[in-house]
T-cell receptor, first 114, second 111 residues
Framework: AQSVAQPEDQVNVAEGNPLTVKCTYS??????LFWYVQYPNRGLQFLLK??????LVKGSYGFEAEFNKSQTSFHLKKPSALVSDSALYFC????????????FGAGTTVTVRA | ETGVTQTPRHLVMGMTNKKSLKCEQH?????MYWYKQSAKKPLELMFV???????ENNSVPSRFSPECPNSSHLFLHLHTLQPEDSALYLC??????????FGPGTRLTVL
């Protein structure tokens, strides 16, 4: 069965510093990987996805993620964090192209201090 | 939000009540989903509908009853719930198996 792990419950960074949110996955075959963000009292918003091709994927709000097959990782990154990036971030995996089910990680709370 | 609306946004109900959650998507998607989000737990997929047909029931108790009359609307009928069912219930939609777009959720409290 497919699964993802987000090893950090919380990430704290200063505004302007690089932000990294970690995600590792476990799936047989080629993974389809996603990042979502959730602001307080809101639903999840799609940030970016990796299906195939370039290992570096660019998404919304200046975020990007790097797919690393050998390390089975898909870490989310932003070169310069903003206070408004403070939110809950979820990694998710789908293990077949026609599979509607996503498996989500437990989430990582990001706090960016001014 | 992103074209997926949910009503009500907040709901408080007793264990003997019957209520329904509504979800509507304006994105032309064919698939719709119900998720349960509880504090400190991963998102739990409850139901999946594809072109109005239920394709997934993730061992959800029968006190939760979904209904999908068309590809744009999804309901979750609730009856005789338990306090542990208190959570944020999220609806999502997608075009085929592409990325899912979520509604703002219904915060449910069962007394």
């Amino acid at each position: 069965a497919q699964s993802v792990a987000q090893p950090e419950d919380q990430v704290n960074v200063a505004e302007g510093n690089p932000l990294t949110v970690k995600c590792t996955y476990s799936v047989s075959g080629n993974p389809y990987l996603f990042w979502y963000v959730q602001y307080p009292n809101r639903g999840l918003q799609f940030l970016l996805k990796y299906i195939t091709g370039d290992n570096l994927v660019k998404g919304s709000y200046g975020f990007e993620a790097e797919f690393n097959k050998s390390q089975t990782s898909f870490h989310l990154k932003k070169p310069s964090a903003l206070v408004s990036d403070s939110a809950l971030y979820f990694c998710a995996v789908r293990h077949r192209s026609n599979d509607y089910k996503l498996s989500f990680g437990a989430g990582t709370t990001v706090t960016v201090r001014a | 939000e992103t074209g997926v609306t949910q009503t009500p946004r907040h709901l408080v109900m007793g264990m003997t009540n019957k209520k329904s959650l509504k979800c509507e998507q304006h994105l032309g998607h064919n698939a719709m989903y119900w998720y349960k989000q509880s504090a400190k737990k991963p998102l739990e997929l409850m139901f999946v509908y594809n072109f109005k047909e239920q394709t997934e029931n993730n061992s959800v108790p029968s006190r939760f009853s979904p209904e999908c009359p068309n590809s744009s609307h999804l309901f979750l009928h609730l009856h005789t719930l338990q306090p542990e069912d208190s959570a944020l219930y999220l609806c999502a939609s997608s075009r085929l198996a592409d990325e899912q777009f979520f509604g703002p959720g219904t915060r449910l409290t069962v007394l």
